[in-house]
């Protein structure tokens, strides 16, 4: 069982950054893949970004990519999403989650999910 919870989330304004936090409890935080979603009022939850237990391997949407940057701390139990160059359209509840494949890319890949955190960039 692994639990998640996400902070870092806040009003910016467009062009400004944020950067997420997900702390995980459970011993075995470094065995599962991690990701990044979000879902904006009226859309469905979409993938952001993903990483593999070791780092080595990262993945992003096309919407984010060369702005947004996720690492992890398996030390820490967290994973982070940096984000720069935020636009209106970023807003929207981030949410971390935990998958035992080696990555993800959609939400039915995902065994556990943190309770999201609001992030609203102002034009």
């Known amino acids: 069982q692994v639990q998640l919870v996400e902070s870092g989330g806040g009003l910016v304004q467009a062009g400004g950054s944020l950067r997420l936090s997900c702390a995980a409890s459970?011993?075995?935080?470094?065995?599962?893949?991690m990701g990044w979603f979000r879902q904006a009022p009226g859309k469905e939850r979409e993938f952001v970004a993903t990483?593999?237990?070791?780092?080595?391997?990262?993945y992003y949407a096309d919407s984010v990519k060369g702005r947004f940057t996720i690492s992890r701390d398996n030390a820490k139990n967290t994973v982070y999403l940096q984000m720069n160059s935020l636009k209106h359209e970023d807003t929207a509840v981030y949410y971390c989650?935990?998958?035992?494949?080696?990555?993800?890319?959609?939400?039915?890949?995902?065994?556990?999910w943190g309770q999201g955190t609001q992030v609203t960039v102002s034009s």
């Open positions: 989650a935990a998958t035992h494949k080696s990555t993800g890319w959609i939400t039915p890949e995902y065994d556990y």
């Open positions: 990483i593999r237990w070791s780092g080595a391997t990262i």
């Open positions: 459970g011993r075995t935080f470094s065995s599962y893949a």
